[in-house]
């Protein structure tokens, strides 16, 4: 879940369903969360371009990045316990067919 408990410790939602109201929820409360993450993180940009930045603006920008991150971690963490995973023999085994892939193209003069 991207929020935390009244002990600030990660809540998780065990559902069979993705399309149930409190997946729904979640989904749409970390996608706001993200793009609340991007819309700072243009602010702190547009602030630091101009060279003029307070020390109170800065650690006001500060705080708010740093509650940005813990928030979209753990969005991080979440959808990431959420990834199937993967056998490692069988990744390395299907990266090294698509580079073979690849550079029998690119020797054939193929598009890359």
Known sequence: M???DERGLACYLSTDDENGFLSRVADQV???????ASD??????ELLSGGEATAEQ???????????LRDTLRVADS???RLPTLDADA???ACLGLLAHAHGRALQGGPQ
Do not use: N
């Open 58 to 68: 800065l650690r006001y920008c500060v705080g708010r990045l740093q509650e940005s």
């Open 79 to 81: 959808r990431g316990e």
């Open 30 to 36: 970390e996608a706001t969360q993200l793009g609340m």
């Open 40 to 45: 700072l993180l243009d602010h702190v940009e």
């Open 2 to 4: 991207p929020w935390p």
């Open 91 to 93: 990744t390395h085994a």
